[in-house]
């Protein structure tokens, strides 16, 4: 499944020289028959209670952890979730998305999992071009 594709561009000056450069990451989760884990609880927990340090390291490396317009902390979306065995506070398992895009990824993952449904057919290799 597709959650994200992120495309990072950079144009500017290296040795006084106009310079460019960018890149792109795909953001994807597998799914696969991942079996419900016993301790949805436990990490559950740990993600609330490490969320506010886990925004603030993340920042340091990737500039502010996105807002909305009132202020608000965009939610962290776990890629492999928490019910399924996901690290609650591992860097590349948490992205930050807004809040009514978490609720799309939230409402889809139960078929992602469900036996035949729909996620589970391969697509194409990206799911849009430039």
Not at 21 to 31: F, K, Q, V, W
Request: a neutral charge.
């Amino acid at each position: 499944m597709w959650l994200a594709d992120i495309k990072g561009d950079w144009k500017g000056r290296y040795l006084f020289m106009p310079a460019e450069a960018g890149g792109r990451l795909a953001i994807t989760h597998c799914c696969c028959d991942y079996p419900a884990v016993s301790d949805g609880k436990w990490r559950r927990d740990t993600w609330q209670s490490a969320r506010e340090s886990f925004r603030r390291k993340w920042s340091s490396e990737f500039g502010d952890w996105p807002k909305t317009s009132g202020g608000e902390n965009w939610a962290g979306h776990h890629i492999f979730d928490l019910a399924h065995g996901g690290a609650p506070t591992a860097a590349d398992n948490v992205i930050p998305v807004p809040g009514d895009v978490h609720k799309v990824f939230t409402n889809e993952y139960p078929a992602c999992y469900a036996p035949g449904g729909k996620w589970l057919t391969p697509g194409p290799e990206r799911p849009y071009t430039d």
